[in-house]
């Protein structure tokens, strides 16, 4: 298949880049370390803060809404430090759909080893007992995964109009909304060492809402590049 | 084309519409616990989300035939289509806010079907927004396009797939019967079947109605 072989060669390619300069994985691992700091030490301004009754459920939405905002800080970037005639270049060698899904797996890659830091990071500052410890790893990978796929397509769209931060935000906030809730849904179902079936239906519409997120963007970015 | 410049369903939209309101609050209705009389808004407030997907339905139609083509035209069918829709996503909101008020005590009481609701509208207005910020007609028809169509799917996971996952307390969500099986007999369905047929009739009318202004302004403003 050539569009795999394309794939795997512009996938290549990113890594390659990313490991030469570390730009993009330093940046937003440092992002989400002094994020998860002021968390900590704005917290605990408020004495007695740990103890209170409703900590484990900002435990488990704060991590959420960090990583919300280090992967529309981290996948902003994918089609930004693109320059006009690089990417022309780029499709004058490769398929389009080669070039979206080589950005997609790259995206997921760094979004899931930048999850897994996070993860350790916070609960270096914020320790909490969580009842079932693998599936809320599960459940941080998935979130990796989809916050990708949809920032990736969104951040192509908003690449072509202008490249604003706001747009970015107007844009994909409506699309993540329902994977937050789901993710929170899930993790919250792990925290508490549910049993994992009750889970699977949720883990099922986050799925497949990755797979309708990818096949639209397999669809509608051979139309998108063009000028 | 020609259907949108024919004058039968027009007459026939205003014609079955005006047969709704009349029938809607003088034929008699199940008598339900809480319910009561606030059962006649299904024939209000569920034919407003038909009329809503029908022109979403149009738009996206447009949307991709646009793409494919390159035409001007289709561009402004889409988006006429999505300014209707979103317009009849308000009536829709509204007609269930004041729904939920006599029935579950509040105007908004953080129903995961509402707050769906609210999350699909902030998409199409995104939409609005993202015409905006492009100046390029072509660039613009191109990418709002796009987003339309990637849009669409989102919308119809939001608003009919979510709240059925959880508890909501909306009919037809969370375990709750839906409208046909336990609180709907036959002197309903002859008025709310027409009814989605009326307002989704009335919701192309105001869209291709829209359209041929905008078609004119578009033919005026272009160089010969």
Known sequence: MKLVGQTIELLKKEIILEWRSKYAFNGILLYIVSTVFVCYISFNLNPGFKESQGYPIVWNILFWIIMLFASVNAIAKSFLQESKARLLYYYSIAHPQAIILSKTIYNTLLMSLLSVLALLVYKLFFPNPVGDEVFYFVAVLFGAMSFSTVFTMISAIASKAGNNGTLMAILSFPVIIPVILLLVRVSKAAMDGIDRSLSFGNIGVLLAINIIVIASSLILFPYLWRD | ?224
């Open chain 2, 1 to 224: 084309m020609k259907f949108i410049y024919q004058t039968w369903w027009k007459v026939l939209a205003v014609v079955m519409i005006f047969y709704t309101l009349v029938a809607g609050f003088l034929l008699g209705v199940p008598r339900l616990e809480i319910l009561h009389e606030t059962i006649r808004n299904t024939y209000f407030h569920v034919p407003m989300w038909i009329a809503m997907f029908t022109v979403f339905t149009i738009s996206v139609i447009y949307s991709i035939k646009y793409l494919q083509t390159g035409k001007e035209e289709y561009d402004l069918i889409a988006v006429e289509a999505a300014n209707t829709g979103i317009f009849f996503f308000v009536l829709g909101l509204i007609t269930g806010m004041l729904w939920a008020r006599y029935t579950w005590g509040e105007y908004w009481s953080n129903d995961p079907k509402q707050n769906s609701a609210a999350i699909a509208f902030l998409l199409y207005c995104a939409y609005l927004v993202l015409r905006n910020s492009i100046d390029e007609e072509q660039k613009r028809a191109k990418i709002s396009a796009i987003y339309n169509i990637f849009a669409f799917p989102v919308m119809i996971v939001l608003i009919m797939v979510l709240p059925r996952m959880t508890d909501s307390l909306h009919p037809g969500n969370g375990g709750n019967p839906a409208f046909g099986k336990l609180d709907m007999d036959n002197r309903m369905r002859v008025v709310l079947y027409p009814a989605f047929i009326a307002w989704a009739l009335m919701a192309v009318w105001i869209a291709t109605i829209r359209y041929r202004i905008r078609l004119i302004e578009y033919k005026k403003n272009a160089i010969n």
